[in-house]
């Protein structure tokens, strides 16, 4: 099946303590986000690359890193730095012609116990 | 700066009703815009966008939205609410004049009951 693949669907993290989500599509999309999701509140974007090699922070990038190596994965690393790291994380992928939607992943929920 | 506002929280209608969820958005240019549904730990899923051409743009599950250039609105509606509607609705623009960034709006719970 062609999609987006986030993995682990749940993931348990203790403070201090740095995690990375997976995010793979094979849509062959040339642009890639990732988006944190709170409760009751809207997406808003963490980082985003249109190309491989290339990655640039959104509205939230602070206590967060990526890297783009592949067309096919974009992982998203949640350092210590990132004082509030409990949410429901959302990858998507875009094909490059302004007038795509995007394609979601399933998400991955990280708890910080 | 672009915007897309969800005015209601959440929306209660009776299955068999019609609904409507309400978006409105600012922009400077175009926008394109989309509607997304999100059921409970999942992803967003795609209903219907508009680009250009007809105001009335019909979409998947029998969803349609409005384009309405003078009030500045793209709400969402189906003529006959179903209870599996119930669901998470975001609506979302892109301008291509501010990055062609997507910028959501904060969601409208939807509930259909019996």
């Known amino acids: 099946d062609g999609g987006i693949t986030q993995s682990p669907k749940y993931l348990f993290r203790k403070e201090g303590q740095n995690v990375t989500l997976s995010c793979e599509q094979n849509?062959?999309?040339?642009?890639m986000y990732w988006y944190r999701q709170d409760p009751g509140q809207g997406l808003r974007l963490i980082y985003y690359s249109q190309i491989v090699n290339d990655f640039q922070k959104g509205d939230i990038a602070e206590g967060y890193s990526v890297s783009r190596e592949k067309k096919e994965s974009f992982p998203l690393t949640v350092t210590s730095a990132q004082k509030n790291p409990t949410a429901f994380y959302l990858c998507?992928?875009?094909?490059?012609?302004?007038?795509?939607?995007?394609?979601f992943g399933e998400g991955s929920r990280l708890t910080v116990l | 700066a672009q915007s897309v506002a969800q005015p209601e929280d959440q929306v209660n209608v009776a299955e068999g009703n019609p609904l409507t969820v309400k978006c409105t958005y600012s922009v400077s240019g175009n926008p394109y815009l989309f509607w997304y549904v999100q059921y409970p730990n999942r992803g967003l899923q795609f209903l219907l966008k508009?680009?250009?051409?007809?105001?009335l743009v019909k979409g998947s599950y029998g969803f349609e939205a409005e384009f309405n250039k003078s009030q500045t609105s793209f709400h969402l509606k189906k003529p006959s609410a179903l209870v599996s509607d119930s669901a998470l609705y975001f609506c979302?623009?892109?301008?291509?004049?501010?990055?062609?960034?997507?910028?959501f709006g904060g969601g409208t719970r939807l509930m259909v009951k019996p």
């Open positions: 979302a623009v892109r301008d291509l004049n501010a990055g062609n960034m997507l910028t």
């Open positions: 508009y680009i250009t051409g007809d105001n």
């Open positions: 998507a992928a875009r094909p490059s012609e302004n007038t795509g939607e995007l394609f």
């Open positions: 849509l062959n999309h040339d642009a």
